[in-house]
Nanobody, 126 residues
Framework: QVQLVESGGGSVQAGGSLRLSCAAS????????MGWFRQPPGWEREWVAS????????YIGDSVKGRFTISQDNAKNTVYLQMNSLKAEDTAMYYC???????????????????WGQGTQVTVSS
């Protein structure tokens, strides 16, 4: 059974930082696209960033570019989302997602990802 387990969420003040982790198991981690999405209350799930594991090629959404970084540790089958200079509008549930092979591209829809973590809450107070 594929598992994606997120961690690292929490509450911070505006301007602060958090690092989210997504640990993958029972999964062809090395051949996949992995992404981060977020969903504020009452809003649709929004793509944030992706990384194509075989090449380490990354994509970042315009709303977080320059503040968020996606990275990977292949020895740990783990993808990270480093979030700096957090803003109140970054408040959301953050989800890790994985595809079934194939490259990433910017602004993928949630439907293009097969596996999902349970989510981790990020709350930024202004």
């Amino acid at each position: 059974q594929v598992q994606l387990v997120e961690s690292g969420g929490g509450s911070v003040q505006a301007g602060g930082s958090l690092r989210l982790s997504c640990a993958a198991s029972n999964f062809m981690y090395s051949s996949n696209c992995m992404g981060w999405f977020r969903q504020p209350p009452g809003w649709e799930r929004e793509w944030v960033a992706s990384t194509y594991i075989p090449a380490g090629r990354t994509y970042i959404g315009d709303s977080v570019k320059g503040r968020f970084t996606i990275s990977q540790d292949n020895a740990k089958n783990t993808v990270y989302l480093q979030m700096n200079s957090l803003k109140a509008e970054d408040t959301a549930m953050y989800y890790c997602a994985a595809g079934r092979g194939g490259a990433c591209r910017p602004y993928q829809s949630p439907a293009e990802f097969t596996y999902w973590g349970q989510g981790t809450q990020v709350t930024v107070s202004s």
